[in-house]
Structure formats: C-alpha cells, structure tokens
DNA sequence: AATCATGAAACATCGAGAGTTACGTTACTG
DNA sequence: CAGTAACGTAACTCTCGATGTTTCATGATT
C-alpha cells in the first residue's frame, strides 16, 4: 500500500468494535485488516489518548469503543491519528526567495487549502454512525440478492 | 522533500522560461530549482510531449516554452505531468468483501472525490498568466518597499 | 504460577520522488 | 571535420514515512 491507509483502516475497525460483543484483541483486528497486531496497537494508540476506544489487558482484553458511533466524527478519527499529511503533492520549497516561486506558492497553497477545507468539512460532518447506517443498508440489500437466488 | 514537487517546479520554470530571452539550459533551471539537470529533463519531458515546451540540442540549446502564458492553465501543466496522485491518504482496500469496508471505502471516496473536484476546478481557472501577473504586482511592492528605505 | 493481552522499542521492508553517474545522440562552431 | 554544448535515457542510489516484524516487558485474569 503506497497510500496511508490508517483513517481509512481505523473507521473499518471502530465500526467493527461496536458491532462486537466485549473487547477484541489486536490479533482479532488484525486479521480483520489484514495486517499485523502491532500495526493495530501502534494507529490505536492515538484513538486511545483520544478517548475513543479504550484497551484492557490481560485474560478477555482487547479493544472496547468508548463512544458511540453517532457521537464519532470522521475527523475526530483523523484528529487522533495526528491530522496525517493529506496531500502527496505541495511546495517545492515552502519560503523561497525568488518572487515567482512565491507566486507560485501562493497559488497553489490557496488552491491547495481550499480542497483541504472541503475535505475537513466533510470529514466533521459525517459520523460513524452514517457509515454503520449505511452499512445496514448494504447488508439488507446483500441479503435480499441472496434471497432472490434462493 | 517528502512531497511530490513537480507541479510547483514547473510552474516556476515555466515563468521564468516565459520571461528569459532564447533557450534556457537544463543546468541553469537546475540551479534555479536547486536540483539537477537530469531531474529537470525528466520531468520536461512530458510537458515536451504535451506541447507545452520545446528542447533543442547543441550549443545555444535549451528549453523554451511553446505557447504563452496565458493559454496555459496549470491543470494543462498538472496533467503533462501524468496527473500525479493528489492524496497521500486513500484506501486501505480499493475492493474490499467486507460490507463494512465497502461503506466506509464509499464514504471516504466521496469525500476525496469532492476535494479532488474541486482543487482540479481551481487548476483549470488559474492560468499561468494569472501567476506571472501577480509575480509583477508582488515585484512592483518588492521594488516600492526597497524605495522607501533609500 | 501460567497464560493472555497490551505497551513499546528496535529493526526491516517498500514505494515513489528525487538525486546521481554515465553514455549516447544531435547540433552548432571554428 | 574535430570539438564542444546540449538534450535523451538507462541504471543506479538516496530518502522518507507508512507498514511490517521481532522481541521483551508489563499488567490482568484464571
């Protein structure tokens, strides 16, 4: 995966934690995404802090949601995992000399910024509990495919 | 640097390749860039090819730009450039089977898609003209503020 | 005490832009 | 026509951050 995959990972395993009944380990999640249970703890580790799930030790531990999803905004999920770098493409140099290039930063960054603050406002005003909605309605429609089949 | 600045080098090269009398050398828009010859040669290369700007070799060759300014709009410049990747977060799993996934890949996708929308948008409105007209304005305030202090 | 889980450090892997070296080709110059 | 200046291109290396892996320590349950 050349892209940074962890707000992405990170709505898929939430969604899940609150779909399961008591705490799921790393190892669980992992093989849930398809990745490794160290990789699990290291992105959790912020929504932790955050105060979006909480973790357990020991006998029956693992991960537990501390909110519910209606109360979880995709940009909290981004926020905890430290505002990543959203764009792969920027500045050459972000304070240059020569006037053009300041031209051209100023240009681009505007642009730049706009498309972030689009971006963020989506991100707030979704919440998990839409992307859980919708995954409801998925599932019913799966499970109407299936039954037309039958 | 850790983002992709080819955009923004070109759109620097570009003005001033507008503003230089005859071909100007990969070598010296290396040195403009801070970067090197070879560099600036592979990535001419796909504004060569869009028509954007022409190479000759031997003595007295270089680069020299093949429309003006003003018929170039910095999505032309983006897309020469093989329109690079925008994000530097995506999707954990493009296709995923999982219904929960599936919803949060369409969320995410939305969102991005509209962000990528909208910056394409603002490439396409903002000429090259644009930029080297607001590098004069900026010149003209850099040449004022040193006339104040003499 | 044994086991199961997280916490965390240390290191390897990977991809893409960037940088570098080297050599071939083309075109002008004297 | 030899020399030189410039692009064209292949084939590397370097860098950086996300990702993956190994290992050990710590805490909680049985």
Redesign the pocket.
């Known amino acids: 995966?050349?892209?940074?995959?962890?707000l992405s990972?990170m709505l898929h395993l939430l969604i899940h934690l609150d779909r399961a009944e008591g705490?799921?380990?790393?190892?669980a999640a992992a093989a849930m995404l398809?990745?490794?249970?160290?990789?699990v703890?290291?992105?959790?580790?912020g929504l932790?802090e955050a105060g979006i799930v909480r973790?357990?030790?020991?006998?029956?531990?693992?991960?537990t949601l501390s909110r519910p999803l209606d109360d979880l905004r995709m940009l909290d999920v981004y926020k905890a995992l430290g505002e990543?770098?959203i764009f792969a493409i920027g500045l050459?140099d972000p304070a240059p000399q020569c006037l053009v290039e300041q031209a051209v930063n100023a240009s681009m960054s505007e642009a730049l910024h706009r498309a972030e603050r689009l971006l963020v406002e989506q991100l707030s005003t979704i919440t998990l509990g839409d992307i859980a909605a919708d995954f409801d309605r998925r599932l019913r429609g799966h499970l109407e495919g299936r039954a037309e089949h039958a």
Request: no cysteine.
């Open positions: 995966m050349q892209l940074d995959g962890r990972r705490p799921m380990t790393s190892e398809g990745t490794n249970a160290v990789v703890r290291r992105t959790l580790a932790r973790s357990t030790k020991g006998h029956a531990g693992g991960w990543p770098r050459a």
